[in-house]
């Protein structure tokens, strides 16, 4: 295959110059990742030899700039074998994880260029730098230190022996997570199968069927189909079948991920301890806002024992529900959705046959454009006819004035070939070093079709659409003038605040009553009906700060443990939850077989607490709109956007959010928000 027949090679004569999707085939990353990383290489080459002294300019600008066309390239590999994934691109994915894991090893080593950078780096109090310049110098002087460039001989050598591996191995855990959700399916064959099921799940078990190419109804592992099957369904037999498969993921015999799991820990062991690490923990905090582990117990404990105390009393009133219901009232985990639900109608007068015909997708999209343009002055405009890689993908240009800033795609619903969860990505940075290029976003959620009919979110999954929509924003209006800076290039626990900042919008009554309509009747949501969702936003708190409380306290563990060569992934998930006292009714909101945020690569890794930690951050920055008594608040709306979503990583992150807030974050609204007390 020649450089003029490879689609991924040539100059995309395409709308917004996306990806030639109808063009590209797995056989064509190989050969095209072949010629780009020489291409990278060469690139260094030339940026270290040359006779010049080092300087800003020619040295750490230049790096920054060089290698525009294999990011772009590793862009579309890395969101398509995300989202479109058949078994063809698996293989490829399988075949080049190690390979592009050596490419940036052989760059992060490049001791002519390190010592070139070094070199400015050492001399940076000398250099009239402004504080951008100043960022991108110290940003990535780390992150060639933090992957070996000062490493030397054997341990140099180990080091990309060990990422070459690691790679490997978080494709191996990913795929076999998405396997087994992509498999597994639970046929709902009879009417007394459905039995408890509304109208809007039965419609969604049935679509999901029509994918899979059955007859009748079933439930997939898709989180938008799984919860709400084990919040409303009455039999409790099929309620422990769809548990028992939700939580068993990445146990399945031929692809259990036990033994991957623990050779990752034992070889993030070994590169922190290359790097002077006593822990991965250790190694991982040093380049986050935490700091230190100690940092991230201290804020974990403030909520550990207050949320056991809060799900314990929320389990005593499902045992009640249960005795009147004439269930058993032996709580098991797969009734707790089912009960919970039961006692937030009774408790709130809310059920979500009621509430979810106000809460249509193509509704909530337009009432979170609507936020950002009254926040930032951008305006979304959808366009139809571009080729895109699935149909379901939907395209908006995203305009403020007469500026097109920027473009943002829209993947909302399930599908077999594409990875659980949600989240967010880029098929193009902004920037400005080395070209202007404007960003290219997309948005991935796993949202259950509506059927014939419009999809109607629960509330949850309209937190969720504004969640991953508040870190499209943060791609979106990213201002910055290098790519390695650009919008959600951040440390990983500040990454989670205009993501979850944006989730507040979604319980703002303006918003509700503007865009919350009766998908039937057209007639807007009831004042006492958002009153009432917002009362219960506090419901079961407990169960799910337990829940994800235990989870960020494992991965702490596993990540600080000192010999993970010696660990049984099962036996200490158990050792675990038994010392912290886990409620068993309650559990882990990831299994370890399955926790893909720590596990399918290294970013969430001693990081799942990055949330709470954004937690923090978010509810002080939103209460500020709350003082302000205006939660579009023209002046704070602007230095909003000038401090957290556009500032991407030119500003060190307490600084941007004290520039913004005025003061430094405390803990006190964030526990306040989750009903937990705060000292």
Known sequence: ????????????????????????????????????????????????????APTFENTVA?????????????????????SDSPPALQAVEREMAPLLAAHESKVAMHAAFFARLDAVHNQAEQLELNEEQQ????????????????????????????????????????????????????????????????????????????????????ITLSRSLVVPFLTRSTRRDLRETAWRAWTSRGETAGRDNRPLAREILMLRQEQARLLGYDSFADYALADRMAGKPAAVYDLLSQVWEPAKASAEQERQALVAQAAALGEPTDIEPWDWYFLAEKVRVARYALDDAEVKPYFSLEAMIGAMFDCANRLFGVRFVEQTGVPLYHPDVRLWEVHRGDEQVGVFLADNFARPNKKGGAWMSVYRKQKRNGGTATPIVVNNNNFARGGDGPTLLSFDDVRTLFHE???????????????????TWVPRDYVELPSQLMENWATVPDVLARHARHVTTGEPIPAA?????????????????????????????????????????????????????????????????HFSHIFSGDSYAAGYYVYMWAEVLEAEAFDAFEEAGDAFDPVLADKLQRYIYSAGDSREQRAAFRAFRGRDPQAAPMLRKRGLPAG
């Not at 230049?62 to 066309?69: E, K, P, Q, Y």
């Not at 675990?576 to 068993?584: A, D, G, K, S």
């Open 1 to 52: 295959m020649t450089e003029h027949s490879n689609p991924l090679l040539q100059d995309w004569q395409t709308p917004y110059q996306l990806p030639p999707f109808a063009q590209i085939k797995p056989e064509h990353f190989a050969p095209a990742f072949a010629t780009l990383f020489a291409e990278h290489l060469a690139e260094i080459d030339a940026l270290a030899a040359q006779p010049d």
């Open 62 to 82: 230049a790096f920054d700039a060089a290698g525009t066309r294999l990011e772009l390239i590793s862009l579309v590999f890395m969101n398509l074998c995300w």
């Open 135 to 218: 960022r991108l110098l110290q940003r990535l002087h780390t992150d060639f230190v933090r992957t070996g460039a000062t490493l030397q001989g054997a341990p140099r050598a180990r080091f990309a022996v060990v990422a070459e591996r690691l790679a490997d191995l978080y494709t191996q855990f990913a795929q076999n997570v998405l396997a087994d959700e992509s498999s597994y399916q639970l046929p709902l064959k009879t009417e007394a199968d459905l039995a408890g099921l509304p109208d809007f799940l039965r419609a969604a078990a049935r679509n999901a069927a029509q994918e899979r190419g059955v007859d009748g109804y079933v």
């Open 469 to 487: 929509f508040g870190h499209g924003l943060h791609g979106l209006l990213s201002s910055v003038s290098y790519s390695r800076l650009s919008g």
């Open 529 to 593: 009906l958002i009153e009432r969702i917002r009362a219960s936003q506090t419901f079961n708190l407990g169960f799910d700060t337990v829940a994800y409380t235990s989870s960020a306290l494992i991965d702490m563990a596993l990540h600080a443990h000192d010999d993970p060569a010696a660990l049984d992934i099962a036996s200490f998930e158990a050792q675990e939850r038994e010392r912290l006292q886990v409620p068993r009714e309650v559990g882990l909101r990831h299994r370890l077989p």
